[in-house]
Structures are given as C-alpha cells and as structure tokens.
C-alpha cells in the first residue's frame, strides 16, 4: 500500500508543480470587443506569453495584454505602437513614429482623428487597436506604463480556423522614409 501512495503523491506534486509553472508563463485571454478587428476577433481566445517580457523588452508591432491604466477592470489587447523616447503623431489618417511614417497593412481603416506630437515618457508604451476607428487606446487615454503589461499575444487557440501562432509585424521595418511634413 505505501508504494501506491508514494505514486499518488507524486503525481499530486507533479501536477500541482506543471500547473504553477503554466500559471507563472502563460495565460489565456478571451478578445472583448472588435477593437482589434481585423487582426483578432470579438470571442477569439489566445494564449499569452508572460515570460516574453523577462528576457527581452517590448518591441514595436507586438500584440500586448495588458492591465488598462484607466479604471476599467477587464484587461485590453492592443499593438505597441511607439517605445519610450520615441515620438508620435498621428496625421491625416497616418501615423507617425519618429517623424517617420508608419505602414500598417494590418489595420481595418486609417484613423479619421489626428493625436498632437507627444514623446513617450520612460518606461511606457504607446497602443493603438488595429481598428483604429473603434478602440479605447492611448490616444484616448495615454501610455501604458510598462508594469501594467502582462505579456505578449503568443498563440490563438479558438476558434479553430484561427488556430496558429499571432502573426508578428515588425513595425521598424515598416517605418518609411516619408517625413512628416
């Protein structure tokens, strides 16, 4: 009898350790909303990496969840847009980092609204919703401090024809030589 619950025991600790560690590395996400649309869905489910963040810094282009720093309690999914030390403005429908303008192939539709130049403070993040239209983001609200984030949109896992890791768009790639005039 003991042998058995020995084996008991360890499989009880074995699962109690995996499921910690899935707890303290990943997380899933329910999309609220069509802020994101097209990029993600309203209902669709994604897992996201908390790990990402411990070993590198956020990168313009990724896909973020993160605690809104306004008051609302649901957590937001947003595009980082701009880095601390980086300018902003958004023109004429387009954005523009650094006084480069950004080209966004992933967006519904190019804002009908204009956000005055800002630098980015340190240690905050400027996100805009990929439907630039019809999203609660900072230039609404302003950046998000950096403690707030949770990680980085990793994996889609419902529903299934969405079913895949979350597409990256590498936005300093996409910074075109077009000044701001």
Known sequence: MRPFLREVLI????AIG????????VQSFIVVGSSMNPSFEDGQRLLVSKVSYRFGEPQMGDVIVFHPPTKQRADFIKRIIALPGDTVEIKGGIVYVNNLALAEPYIKATP???????TIPENEYFVLG??????NDSHSWGTVPRQNIIGKAWLSIWPPDKLGFVPSHPLQEQLTAAELN
Do not use: A, H, K, M
């Not at 009908?112 to 800002?118: A, M, N, T």
């Not at 990929?130 to 999203?135: C, F, K």
């Open 130 to 135: 990929d439907n630039r239209n019809n999203s």
């Open 11 to 14: 499989v009880i600790l074995v």
């Open 112 to 118: 009908s609204y204009d956000f005055p130049q800002e």
């Open 18 to 25: 995996i499921f910690f560690l899935l707890q303290g590395t």
